[in-house]
């Protein structure tokens, strides 16, 4: 099976989702390098994703939703997407140990 390729957006909630991550880990905790490796982590966790975005089980919500989201894992932070034709939407990042049902 040839795997489909995938263009990759980014909704503008993500990027405020990981800005606030990286300057919390940066600027509150006060590890810089620790935040370059999570944005290291996060671009290679998705890119890796993008020829096989739907081969994952998707994350059913409490909400009715028209596109399913599916689940990425870096470190104790969920990323959630959906894929829409051929675009792999990047809409959230939010801290696993959160109610993920109210972050999205």
């Known amino acids: ?14 990027e ?6 990286v ?18 982590d ?20 409490a909400m009715e939703r028209q596109y399913p989201y599916y689940r990425i894992y870096v470190g104790n932070f969920t990323i959630f997407y959906v894929v829409i034709e051929d675009v792999m939407e990047v809409r959230r990042i939010v801290y696993s140990k959160r109610n993920l049902q109210e972050q999205l």
């Open 1 to 14: 099976m040839k795997d489909k390729h995938y263009r990759l957006w980014f909704l503008p909630l993500f």
């Open 16 to 21: 405020d989702d990981l800005k606030n991550i």
């Open 23 to 40: 300057d919390y880990i940066a600027i509150r905790l006060k590890n810089p390098d620790a935040a370059a490796r999570f944005v290291d």
């Open 42 to 61: 996060v671009q290679v966790a998705i890119r890796e994703r993008l020829n096989c975005a739907e081969a994952f089980e998707p994350y059913y919500s």
